[in-house]
């Protein structure tokens, strides 16, 4: 993956590509279809067991009357973190994905809750969106927008669509030297999308690791750490079953590192608040 100074970030992308998300989905439906793809249903189910609990930890200080709130989820995918969700007890949930089978499987699921196929980085218009929610939240979504413009837009919709004071709760890598671009993700710098969601009207007021030892590390200074961790993570690539092994081994580490390290070297979440 080739990184990019700051002077080559604004280039011309796909966007979020629904028909490679279409496929992906159709073909590996669950947490590892969404998640890291490369590394099995075993390696996956631990690397989500840990964003459930940075989820729950996090969610915690905020002090929000759930039972009241209202909420988007941008890019639902399999559910996982609608489930998060309607276990916090909120009021109301709307769930989203650019793909139709993540859509119509997911109302299959929760026929109790409202799933749209949106957009993001659409207009807000075409998909009859008029009414405002608490909380927004969109996790591993928006890195792989990789238009700049449609990643801009999307933060401008979501910004719109949420409340004053409403909070708008992400993840992404957050790097502190240069953008990351692939064909289907791109890792934009910290000061990058912090103008993006300031100029939306957006303030992080929090920002943790999600993951220290069991994520590509690449928010370092040089390829070595992603290199090395790849090399360490051959043998789950090669035989998936050894993703249980390595995630009984590596949870407890993880959950104090994430709790211990205030800047992470791969996928963090942000905590976002929307001016009154």
């Known amino acids: 993956m080739r990184r990019y100074s700051d002077k080559e970030a604004e280039l011309v992308g796909a966007g979020l590509d629904a028909g490679y998300w279409e496929t992906r ?17 075993h390696y996956n189910w631990w690397l989500y067991k840990i964003r459930r609990h940075v989820f729950n930890r996090e969610m915690e200080p905020l002090g929000c009357h759930w039972s009241q709130c209202s909420i988007l989820d941008v890019g639902s995918g399999t559910g996982f973190w609608i489930e998060r969700w309607k276990a916090l007890g909120v009021r109301s949930i709307m769930g989203s994905d650019i793909t139709q089978v993540a859509v119509d499987r997911l109302r299959h699921k929760h026929p109790d809750l409202q799933f749209a196929r949106i957009d993001i980085s659409d207009s807000l218009d075409a998909h009859n969106l008029a009414r405002t929610f608490d909380v927004i939240s969109a996790f591993d979504v928006l890195f792989h927008i990789t238009n700049d ?34 064909e289907h993700q791109v890792s934009r710098t910290l000061n990058e999308i912090s103008n993006v969601l300031s100029g939306a009207g957006l303030t992080a007021i929090r920002r943790v690791p999600m993951f220290v030892l069991m994520n590509t590390p690449v928010d370092s200074r040089s390829e070595l750490p992603a290199l090395l961790w790849r090399l360490m993570m051959l043998p789950v690539k090669k035989f998936p079953a050894l993703g249980q092994l390595y995630g009984v081994a590596l949870f407890p580490l993880e959950i104090a590192l994430t709790w211990l390290i205030k800047e992470g070297p791969s996928t963090e979440m942000m905590i976002c608040k929307r001016s009154g």
């Open 149 to 182: 413009s449609q990643f801009r837009d999307s933060i401008t919709n979501i910004s719109r669509l949420l409340a004053p004071g409403g909070y708008f709760i992400f993840s992404d890598n957050f790097l502190h030297r240069h953008a990351i671009r692939s």
């Open 25 to 41: 989905l159709q073909q590996s439906w669950g947490l590892h279809g969404v998640g890291h793809v490369n590394y099995g249903r």
